[in-house]
Every structure is written in structure tokens, then in C-alpha cells.
């Protein structure tokens, strides 16, 4: 029970601060004899970058991974993966004026009152940076859903920014690699941009929805009662910086259904059951049924804006306080690939845990 | 890493089927000398139990529990407290038609894929039966919190049934117990009788929503990254039977703030900070800021319904099937007092955590 | 992390006290659809049973096994399965003079000192009734390694009680069952009854060293660093009361050894390497590597004694005390199933672990 | 529950191999606002290290550790602390023979039968190089030790080295860290020095055995029933490689010992209970009892030896082997500080886990 690990046997340890000198995660439990080197992990870590676009942090980091144990001849040998990411453009001097005091909605605060002490440099443990670690354990877990798991696909995007919603009738996969928004509507694009501009002209951020689809996912994985695959999923989202609420399929819509029109009718396919619609989200009873699952997250507004707000420092005055430094308007955008490296981390964990409790042997139907 | 164990410090095991000869949950790490008797616990499976009202399942089952061990002379000795339920209304004959059929939207097709067997008798492992095990786990949390936290208040209560929902400008914690929903509002009663009595003529069953407040919380609860409090109560509402989402504060409503619109801003009180709003719900970075903790869940409706719905069975044959029995027209009623107990676990796992790493010291303001 | 749990993926959690309504223990994890009831668990609670011989003491506790939760028809569903035992015999009045006392070389004082409260009756929780519940788990491990690895074979026995070493060249393991020792040599059994009973005759009591042997054990068993086969195998004996020391193969007379000597060399046998001896004790690098697996280790003698010992009291009064009661002799004796039901959780958890990570391929040699 | 992690609210999690870019340890759940610097980590490392006398492993480590993440201004913030420790001399070509061979009684062939690959350089994950980075988190928490148990002092060192016995009567604790061979012995030490010199140049190794004392450890550390002080102790010291036997106390000869000499009798002293002997070493029912706590451990003889042993490789071909390279005569002497580090970690997991239940609080005697 480590309070920086997640899993249970995938398992995989974040560490590092901010502005210290490296952050990284000690992955745990990988598979042996899986083809991984820090080509594929750096894809991963690319797509959450911070610097990729206007919109997010301006902070230039390379993030670039390195595998320093657990790897032998573009092998995993089963032994632990650390992946250690070097910080190389902290500027300290930025946060000089936050050192004493709190930012309202930040976890300032928090860590204050429990530690009594805390690196307070670019936010130091409850930075976004923390992130960094968490997708480039995820690329270890694709590395060898890859292998284990070769029909699955993970896919995240957006479905709100603010007042802006996806239009879902215009989705398209394709897409969402092509925009700074991993939208995957091309034709909302600008509007999101000028939406976007908007609010970071007006020294403010703002909040967002994300979604991830996890198609070809194996029945049968989830353990319940407590290690449910909802469950699993939930904590691992809600787990990420800012996040404020998780929905699974129907998510907090399914206090308005009934029954009737919830049921997920089920006839027989060629190659097993075959629903005939989704309100569950892919998970009955903590238990994925191989239908797609869908987990759905709001990231809430950055917390560091150049508005003033008014609040304390650790003296108990009051003050007002403007964030200065590099911060996304939309923090939101980046927790995309925060979230499938989560999924993929749930997912491989739950079919590791599957593997030894019931071999991978699946009920007959029919 | 027990599936069916809840709770890092302070845990609890559940155990049982809906149709078994008993149920119970076997609580470890419970804090010695504290005052605890059956009595005590039986208060809270009082408030869950089946055949309160019209409204829930008709069976009749006492659920008088039992405390085998870990109690000596009316308190607690800090070794595993047993706490056993036994069934004693189990109607095993109205369940043979769906012994070899899935219940659409239920866990039934799951297990059977998973396990290749299961106890199909009332749902098995998967029936809300379950939850009575934690409610009595609860009740231990409680007792422990009575005196570690006496200030600690958890509130439970509807706030969505369908198409209904609670108007906050009649909020009235006092009226919660008064009434067959858990409702803090009088005057609305009678129209969510009215409601629900004509959901379950139609043979029909209904979603809910469900809020958890927690008064009196000290702060600095909760540890980052992957232990953070809202975190953890995610997970422990996520693991209770049939919700599809979780939502700390804004919930998902955080997507549409703007960050001027969601910091909660911060003034000196005469006990200390003082924040002059709560979109946060009383969690920061994972930890605990002594606001109220505010969590909302959805409970989707019940799957067993009197409407005949497509489904398939074990032979892979399409039927349509109608499940009899006696089931809560709407669920989430019931979930009330379990979401209580779930919130009041969490709280005190991460009590007895915080005082592990911190001693339960507090950083100065001021 | 439950402190009364053991085991990783397959675990067992047990309750209990001496003189309580009933003990017990919580196995989850288990693999579905293993052929599983009360008789096959029964038969190694009968081997442990106290009172079965004049040289375990004489509480009459016919320890009836009940599954109440997790087999279905015959078989385990995946889900726990709760095994309580009730106790029948309990004599409390018998503890009315050491409710207050400290038995030396007894937990009495070591509790009191860390809950300040202590079911005093019979030992309470740390009485070795606690170990039925193992037993019991362990009974089900059993049934589960009959199906996973069907050549496995695990077997205890007595090496010393006292003075008295068992002569190695005389070993039958078909007498192990015929005495009331689990002696592997009829013809030491004489000697062996005639020490015991002058042992208990003098109001004293004896120390007992035990072996278990594990074969056709799998190799690759066994997760280096932390998780190793023999750290938890020594885990798991050390957890049992009264223990003072484990060893693997050599155990404590590796100090004395040379590499030349210590080394077990390979050659190739018809199915694999083929080792020339077994210092190791089947186990390498924490992992199995399919020799014999040679576990030992050391009970002390039972500290409630006849014999009036100087103690103190709750009070801090300095006491003589005698420890009436009905206690073993030599508590070692019983200790044989109980080590074996250990050993085979730990084969068990670690089995289904590996297949976990590995998916239970194995290296190839040639 | 991480295979490479230690530990239940303290953990520590190591990775690296021996041959890589670096080693270390993801230490998690130290408490905040200890004063920690890489010098303090250091001492412990600098008696651990190779190279340090010419009885221990000519490769020139330096072993210099940093401190990556977790420390802010001198002291922990109570998140993750990451030490690293980089391997500067590696000589991979002085492995090339046995990257296809299996060293008798090495973890060769253990990890290619459960894995199918390792790192063959230096024994990669298996190698004695995995200790430094438990010295270094050991080094952590001897710094917690410090602050929230001033009077605990932990001391390691030989008692035996092939036919070598320490004669306790000579025993001088000073004397400890004046020889190359932590013995508390002067008078030994050309002895120790000549046997030794003859193993070396027979082109041998040779076991030991060592002893921990921890004076001054606080009672009601231990968590009956599985994370017993004990249970934790010998898992601790079995983890470290090459150990093949663990005592508490009397250890093995308890098996000899009667019921009225093993009692440890208590009479009551100025400032508690006083114990009369320790023939439990410290520990009694798995919770300390203010006593000191005694624990030895044996560790076999260096397989990698120069003399040439009969093996085979991964064609199955049998060999004949000699094990080239700079490896320790008696790898027992560097276990001294790997068995401190360990002992400091349980000490204080166990201090923090108490902290959690029990609150620090003591049951009162008198």
C-alpha cells in the first residue's frame, strides 16, 4: 500500500517534483519478454508534451524518457521499469511570489495543512507534471496489451471545452490527432480556437469534458466487489489533477432513466452475445462484457490564472493574488493522453488479475 | 490486494451470497478500546433494510447481525471484528427461470463469462444483498470516528429520482428520515410517491441520484497521488452496486467554469481559512481542506423488471424473458445508507493513514 | 494491507478468539469452479484437531468446518468463501487468575502493553486456536493445487521435540500419519512418548522443530525482490505462534558451508536439468527451480505451564503464577497441518501470481 | 502489493540491475519535515560498499547516491523520495562465458525458467548490487528513526563465518566498524583475517551468520496475525540474497528448550516491566515488548566461485563452470548494513502502523 502506486499487480510508482531535477515512474510486475525501448514509450509522452501548441503551457520541456532498469536487448525481463524523465526548464523564479501563499482551487493549501511543508516551486508534487510519469508507465502497459490484448484500442478525446459540447453526429477517429484539441470533429476546430483565445485574453481558463473508448477489450476482466473494473477505472480518472467528476456509459444520465429503456437487450451474434445498445458502458457487475467501454471525466478550470483572486498566505493575511508563469488555459487538453495511459494501466492490471484467478478461461455461451 | 476487500488501513472484507445462509464482512485494523455493540450497528442496517416501506424489495429479512469477534466486554479490541447477517427470507423457487438466462443490464451474463459458474439464486454475489455487509462495516467506522472525530458529520440523501429532483431551496437535513426516500424536502413526498408509484405499475423501475455531505471533516485527509480522498471515495462509491457516475463538488458541471467562476477564494475565519465557496467540495489535491466534502453518485435503475426484454440464455437460445421476484422499483433508495457507510470507511482509513505518515500534526496558518 | 490477511492474489483473512461464539477465515481470490465441500476441508481440520491425542490438550472442540459463502453446487464460484468454525468447548471460567496476570513468554503482555485491552480468555486472539481457521484455508488452497498442479505433494513432519532429533536414515513417510507425533519413524515412537510424558509429568512443557517438503513443485514460482517464494514461505511460518526460527534447504547451517560444498550441481536429466543435490532447498534467487522445496523451522515450548513462573500483574504487582487450563505440551506437534496449510497458501498464491506475470511459460532449456 | 516493493505504509520499491545505467529506490510514505540530505544516506552506503576492504568485491563503486525527488530545503515533504545510484564500473565483457550458463546454486536458471530472459551481466536483477539501493532507503528511514524514536539504536555484525564462532564473552560493540569484517571482536579479527585468506586462495567462499540487535525499540510494535514484528523481520531478512535462515531469539534451539527455561520471567522495574532473560528476543505473540530484539540470519556461501562446478547451459549441454570475475569471498560481511537498512524499515513501518491503529497510545501497567 504505497500511497504513489497504482494497480494492484501491474503496478506502477510515480515520483518527483516540478522543478526538482527528474520525475518518473518504477513500473512493477511487467510481463517478461516484451519488445519495449524509449522510441515507443516517447510517442506517448509527445502527445501530452507541454509546448506542442499556443494552448497549452508554454513551459518547453522535451520530456524526454529514459529506461533505466528493467530492460535488456529491447526486452522487458520482468524485473522493474524505471522511466525517469529529466526536468530541464524549470524556472523557479516564476513562483517566488506563491511560495507564501495559497492559490484559490489549487492544492496550496492542502499540502500545507497536512505536511506543514511543501515544494511549492511550479506547484512541486500536485503539478501536471506528475502526469508525465503516469503516460510513460501507459506505454509500457500498451507495449504489452500490444502483445496480450492485440484487438484492444484506447482512444480519448474531448467532448467539452466550457460551453462547447461535441457534436457527436460529426465524430470521427481520424481526427483527433490532427487538431491542438484532440477533437475528433474537424469542422468545430476553429470555433474551439476562437473560444479558447478568448478565455486566455480574458486571463481566465476553463474547464472540460473528456471521454475514452476502450473498443476490442476482452470480457471478463474486473474482479468484483472491490476491485469492480468500474471501479478501478473511476479511481484511476479520478486520480488525475483537476479531475471533478467520472461517469461510466450513461454515467450520471442513468439517474434519469428507466428501466425499460436502460436494458442493454442482447441477442446472439456470430461470435457471441451482441448488445443492442450500451447505457452500461461495457462493465455489468464491475465485469467488462466486451462491449466498448466508455469512461467519460470533467477536468476543472486551471486554478493558476492572471485574474486577481483573493485568499490567504501561510502568515493568515489576506491578500489578492494574480498566477503568474506558464499555465495551460485549458488544462483539460492534456489530460487526454493522461487518461488512456490510466485505461491502459486498468486494463492490463485487470487482465493480469484475470490471468490468475481463472487462467483466462471465459464462460461458454450457446 | 483481497478483490473483496475495501480500505487501506482500516479495511473491511465482505463475504456472502443474496441466497446463502449468511453474509458479512470481516473488519481489520479497527482502532482498540472503542465502544461497540450490536445495537449500535444494527442502527444502521435498520435505515438499509429490505421491507421498510413500500417502496423496497417485499422480502423480509431482519439483518440482524451478529458480532462473532473482536469485541470483549463492549469494546473493541483491535483484532478483526466479524459482523455476520444470516439470511433467513431467501425464496430460491422464484428464481429457476433465470438460472440459465442473463438478465439484460444485469451482472448475471458477466459472472457466467468470467466464472463460467455462478449462483444464480437472487443474483448471488452480485445482489445489493452485499451491501448490508457494509453498512454494518460502516457502523464500526462510525463508532470509531464517534470518538476520533466527534465533530464528523456524513449525511446522505436523493436528489435526483428520474425525473425529479431535490430543490435545494427547500433543503432540510431534518426531514431525511421522515419520509420512504431519504428526501431532505416535505413537500415533495407526495409527488415522488406519485412518481414512483406509477413507475412501478408500468413494471417499469427508475434511476436515481444520490449525495453524500460530510460536516466536520478535519482537513488534511487524503494522499496524493494515488490515495487521494476523493479518489478513494470514488472508488467506494463506484463499487456500490449499479452506479454509472461520481461526481466530488462541480462533478462534471466543472467542464462548463471558467476558473474565475470555480476558485474557491480564501479569507482568514477566526478558526482559520475561511473559503468563501465550495465548487471544490471540500477536496484540494486530493487532501482534505476541512470545507464540506460534498459527493453526488448515480444509481441507474434496477434491471430486474416486469417488462419482458430480448436477451439470450446459457445455450446461446434468444428469448425474451421477464424477471419476477421482488425487486426495488428504484434502487438508489437503498443506496442512502450505503453511501453513508462507504463515506464514513473512507474517512476513517484515511484518518488512521494521516495519523501513520503525519501523526496527525497540522501545518500552521498564521 | 489487512493485518490479519495473507496471501497476495489468493488470500485468507482470519477472525477469531479463543473463547468467542466462533473463529473463522475469509479466502478470496480463489479460482471458480473447483470442486469444494465441508469434508474435504473437515479432513485436515480432524489431522490438527485438539484433543485427538493425550499429548495435545484436552479441550474437546470437534471443530466443524461450515462453508457459508462461495461455493455453488459443489464448486467454488470466484467469490469468497467464508469458513467458520464454532467454538463449543470454551471453559472461561477456567482464566478467571490470569485475566489480570502476564503469563511469561506469553503474547498476555505484549497485547495489554499495545491495545491496553485483551480478550484474556484462552489467549484470546493469539491462542493457537487461531490456527483451525488456517487450517481451513488452507484446505481449500489444497483443493484448488489438486486441479493447478496435481503432482505437488506436500508433506510435514516432526525433526525434533527436545532432546530427541529424528533419525533421517529411518525416515518412512508412511508412518507420518500412525503416531501421535507426525513422525516419519515407527520406531522412534516409544522413545518419543515416554519423553513427552515425563515432559508433562514434570508440569513442564517442550520445544519442537518442524520440516515441511514440497514436491513436484513447479519451477518459476517466486517474484524476486520482495515477493520471493522463500521470504514468504518464511513469512508464513514465522506468522505461526510459538515460531523462533525458518530455514530453507541448509537454513542456519549454510554459515558453515563452502561455495564448493554449498553448490548444487546441474545436470540434464530426461525432462530438464537434473540437480546433484539440494543444499538450496529447491528455491534459487527466491524462485522455484522444481527440486524438492525443504522448509524447517522452530517452535518453542508452550509457555502456560504448571510450574509457578514469577510475573507481574495489570497492576504491576510481582506475582508467581501457575497456568492451569488445558494446554499442550508440546504445541509443536500441532503445528504439522497447520505448516502445511501455509505452505500450500503460499504454493497456491504464488502460482497463480506467476501466471499473473508469465501466463505460466517457462524458459526453455535445450 | 508490487513484487520490488517493501513494506506497508513505509515503502520502499528498488530497481535496477547490476549492469545498467543506475539503481536505486522509490522510498513512499515518509512521514514530512525530516531532515534528510544525500550525506546522511551516504555514511550508511559508504559501509556497504565494494571495494572497501579486500575481502569484499573488487569493483570500484563509488556508490554515490542523489536524492532526486521528495526533499525540499533539507527536509521530506512526505511525498515520494527517489534515491539514485548510478553504476560506474561495469565490466560486462567479464561475463560473456556465462551468458548462456547456469552458475550452480545461483538464480540463473530460476529466472530463465520463470522469465525466458535475464540480464546475464553481472546477474542483473539478482546481482548483490539490488542491496545498495535498500541501504539508501534504509538510510531514509533511520533518519524518521531519529526524530520519532531517539532511543532505538540498531546494530549489526557477524557471529559466524565457516567454522568461525564469535565469542560472546569477547563481545565489544565498539569494535565494530575497526575491522573489515564488522565483528565486535578485536581479538578475532587476524584469525577471521587468515581463514578467510585461505578460503580466497583455495578458490572458495564460505557462509555466515549475523546478528541485528535493535535496543531501545518501543513495546507494541507488531500486528498480530500476519504483520507480526517478527513475521515482517523475517521477511525482511530472508529478501536479501543468499539468506537461508532466520531466528528470533533463540531461534532454532528453541526446539530444545523446556517450557520453564524459555520463560522469560518479569518482575517490575523503575520504569516498567523488567524481563529476567530474552530467550524471545524482544518479541512475544508478534508485538515488541520494550525488550531488545534479537535477530540472526545465515547466509550461504558466494556461488560464484572459482573452482570449477559441473553445470549445464541454455542448449542443455552439460558444462564444467568457473565463475570469473570480483565477487566476494564471504558475501555475508556486506550483509551487516543490508540487515540494519532492513531493520530500519520494519522498525519504523511497524512505529507508523501503530501510530495508525493505536494512536501511539499504550496500554498501562501499575
Redesign the interface.
Known amino acids: ?6 494497480g ?2 501491474f ?1 506502477f ?5 516540478s522543478h ?5 515512474a ?1 513500473v ?6 516484451v519488445a519495449l525501448d524509449e522510441a515507443w514509450i516517447q510517442q506517448f509522452l509527445d502527445r501530452r508534451r507541454p509546448g506542442s501548441s499556443k494552448f497549452t503551457t508554454q513551459r518547453q520541456e522535451p520530456d524526454r524518457v ?1 529506461i ?3 530492460v ?1 536487448e529491447g ?8 522511466l ?1 524523465i529529466e526536468n530541464t526548464d524549470q524556472r523557479s523564479k516564476d513562483y517566488g511570489e506563491i511560495a507564501q501563499a ?1 492559490r ?16 511549492y516551486r511550479g506547484g ?3 503539478s501536471a507534471r ?1 502526469t508525465a510519469a503516469r503516460v510513460a508507465a501507459g506505454g509500457v502497459a500498451q507495449a504489452v496489451l500490444r502483445e496480450l490484448a492485440p484487438d484492444l484500442k484506447i482512444t480519448g478525446y474531448m467532448v ?4 462547447l459540447h461535441l457534436d457527436r453526429a460529426h465524430f470521427d477517429a481520424a481526427e483527433i490527432g490532427n487538431n491542438p484539441f484532440f477533437l475528433p470533429d474537424a469542422s468545430a476546430v476553429p470555433a474551439w480556437e476562437d473560444y479558447l483565445n478568448a ?1 486566455r485574453k480574458a486571463q ?6 473528456l471521454e475514452v473508448l476502450i473498443q476490442g477489450c476482452p ?10 473494473l ?3 477505472l ?2 484511476a480518472m ?2 488525475i ?1 483537476a479531475v ?25 451474434g456470430n461470435e457471441g ?1 451482441r448488445f ?1 445498445s450500451n ?3 461495457g ?8 462491449q466498448d467501454i466508455v469512461v ?1 471525466f ?8 492572471l ?1 486577481p ?4 498566505n ?5 491578500i489578492e493574488l494574480i498566477t503568474k508563469g506558464r499555465h495551460d488555459p485549458c488544462v ?1 487538453i492534456r489530460a487526454v493522453p493522461i487518461a488512456e495511459a490510466m485505461a491502459a494501466c486498468v486494463i492490463l492490471d485487470h487482465l ?15
Chains 1, 2, 3, 4 share one sequence.
Request: net charge neutral.
Open positions: 500500500m504505497s500511497f504513489n502506486t497504482f494492484r499487480v503496478t510508482t510515480t515520483w518527483g517534483e526538482g531535477p527528474a520525475l518518473g518504477t512493477d510486475g511487467c510481463p517478461p519478454g529514459r533505466l532498469s528493467g535488456f526486452k522487458t525481463t520482468g524485473t522493474p521499469i524505471q525517469m495559497f484559490p482551487g489549487h492544492a496550496d493549501i492542502a499540502y500545507h495543512l497536512k505536511y506543514g511543508i511543501r515544494d512541486g508534487r500536485s506528475e467539452q471545452m466550457g460551453e478565455i481566465d481558463s476553463v474547464g472540460a469534458a470480457p471478463g476482466l474486473g474482479a468484483p466487489v472491490y476491485a469492480k468500474d471501479t478501478d473511476a479511481a479520478m486520480s489533477n471533478k467528476g467520472v461517469e461510466i456509459g450513461e454515467g450520471m444520465a442513468a439517474a434519469a432513466l428507466t428501466g425499460t429503456a436502460n436494458a442493454d437487450e442482447i441477442r446472439m452475445p443492442l447505457h452500461a458502458g462493465i455489468l457487475g464491475g465485469i467488462s462484457t466486451g467519460r470533467a477536468v476543472k478550470p486551471t486554478s493558476s490564472i485574474t483572486r483573493r485568499t490567504i501561510q502568515c493568515g493575511e489576506e483539460g493480469m488479475l484475470d490471468r490468475a484467478q481463472t487462467g483466462g478461461q471465459r464462460g461458454r455461451i450457446g
